[in-house]
């Protein structure tokens, strides 16, 4: 799908413009045309951005879609690639996705370019139809609602991560299971795919923020310092959670390995207190006395009332030594 809109001064703005008059608009440097492919094939989408003279480079990393996010500046234009998480809550486990928005940036025209329905770019295009303010300000004051709306859509997953992180610590001391783990795990993919990228966008809004690019007016590099602000508070609250995920990884492990411990215990207090009865019955059940010699005395009922006893006495007393030792 393409679509496009096309802003000029004390006229109504234009939408679903024909791709030949492209050229055309962006030659009047009063107008901003902003144009917005998705899930376009490449043999239409690459001639519509061969007519931008874009860089035939710049052309193919839009149309690859494998780029970690990256700043190039080609003079008369720049070219941006930002990541976007998609993610999905299942039965408490978390699932993402990483989509990649790629976009052109000129003096009067943006050109964006995903595969995937992206939140944030449609917030912007129904602000901008709804009122002409937010295509005022220039492209650049255009690419930074973008870029703000991105940076903004992480803090629901942020918040929903961490009411995650407290019911696992609650269920890790309440009743840890197998399903407890695969909560641990998903957090911990989820929280690495977000650190792989906001690091690298962290750096690219402060290119954006501190560098000089002839695309983008010096007074509104102050609104891409302030997302870059939001980054570097978004990557210090990932690695509190990642410290959180990994406490509660090792308190479950702790909690696990003590569970083992007290079975282990059970089975060794029952083999102990069974082993002198296993020795007993084993030395009286051995059949050479009467063969070898007149030892009838042992089938006598005095024999077998002293053996009961001993077999009973010998638990009892063996626990309560196990108890004195502290062992219990």
């Known amino acids: 799908m393409i679509r496009s809109l096309y802003y000029l001064p004390g006229k109504p703005i234009r939408t679903d413009i024909p791709p030949a008059e492209f050229p055309r ?21 690459e001639p519509i951005l061969r007519s931008f003279n874009f860089h035939h480079l710049s ?14 500046d080609w003079g008369d234009y720049i070219y941006i690639v930002l990541n976007i998480m998609n993610y999905r809550r299942e039965h ?20 964006t370019f995903h595969d995937q329905l992206i939140s944030a770019v449609e917030d912007a295009w129904s602000a901008c139809q709804r009122d002409t303010r937010h295509l005022q300000d220039g492209p650049d004051h255009l690419l930074y609602r973008i870029t703000d709306a991105l940076v903004t859509s992480y803090m629901p997953l942020v918040e929903q991560i961490d009411h995650q992180i407290d019911h696992i610590e609650d269920q890790v001391f309440d009743n840890p299971s197998r399903n407890t783990l695969e909560q641990i795990f998903a957090l911990k993919r989820i929280l690495l795919s977000m650190r ?56 479950y492990l702790s909690v696990i390995n003590n569970r083992m411990n007290e079975v282990m215990k059970t089975l060794a207090i029952i083999t102990t207190l069974f082993m002198p009865i296993t020795f007993v019955t084993g030395f009286f059940g051995m059949n050479f006395f009467e063969p070898v010699a007149n030892l009838v005395g042992w089938t006598t009922r005095q024999v077998f009332e002293i053996t009961v006893g001993i077999m009973l006495g010998l638990p009892i007393i063996m626990y309560l030594w196990m108890r004195r030792r502290t062992w219990l």
Do not use: C
């Open 196 to 251: 792989r990228i906001i690091l690298p966008q962290r750096e690219v809004l402060n290119k954006l923020a501190r560098d000089d690019y002839r695309v983008i007016d010096p007074k509104d590099r102050i609104f891409f310092r302030d997302i870059y602000d939001h980054l570097v508070r978004l990557h210090d609250i990932n690695e509190s959670l990642r410290d959180l995920v990994t406490g509660a990884m090792d308190t």
């Open 92 to 111: 408490g486990i978390f699932e993402s996705e990483i989509d990649e928005l790629d976009i052109f940036l000129g003096k009067n025209f943006v050109v």
């Open 25 to 45: 608009l962006i030659r009047d440097r009063r107008g901003l045309l902003w144009v917005d492919f998705m899930s376009e094939p490449e043999q239409i989408a």
């Open 59 to 72: 052309i193919d990393d839009a149309l690859q879609e494998t780029h970690t996010p990256k700043i190039d």
